[in-house]
Nanobody
Framework: QVQLVESGGGLVQAGGSLRLSCAAS????????MVWFRQAPGKERELVAG????????YYSASVKGRFTISRDNAKNTVYLQMNSLKPEDTAVYYC????????????WGQGTQVTVSS
């Protein structure tokens, strides 16, 4: 069992930055890839970033590549999503999750944190 708690969401103006955190607990979370999804109103949940268990490999969707950075600190049991140059279309609920592989179906989810970008 893995428990995930996101934080760091909020309201920011376009062009601004936010850093999301995902605190993980459970014996095996460090062996999982960690991913961030988002879901905007009326849209499907989409994968935006992922990082391998080792932290060496990363993935970004085309819509966030070059603006978002995912990282993990296994010593602090935390995964981060640094979001820069935010756009109104980044507005969504952001969820962290764990998966065996970045592109595999997640096995555990956090509760989500709201990010709102105003124009």
């Amino acid at each position: 069992q893995v428990q995930l708690v996101e934080s760091g969401g909020g309201l920011v103006q376009a062009g601004g930055s936010l850093r999301l955190s995902c605190a993980a607990s459970g014996r095996t979370w460090k062996t999982y890839a960690m991913v961030w999804f988002r879901q905007a109103p009326g849209k499907e949940r989409e994968l935006v970033a992922g990082i391998t268990a080792s932290g060496v490999g990363t993935y970004y969707s085309a819509s966030v590549k070059g603006r978002f950075t995912i990282s993990r600190d296994n010593a602090k049991n935390t995964v981060y999503l640094q979001m820069n140059s935010l756009k109104p279309e980044d507005t969504a609920v952001y969820y962290c999750a764990v998966a065996r592989l970045i592109l595999a179906a997640p096995e555990y989810w956090g509760q989500g944190t709201q990010v709102t970008v105003s124009s």
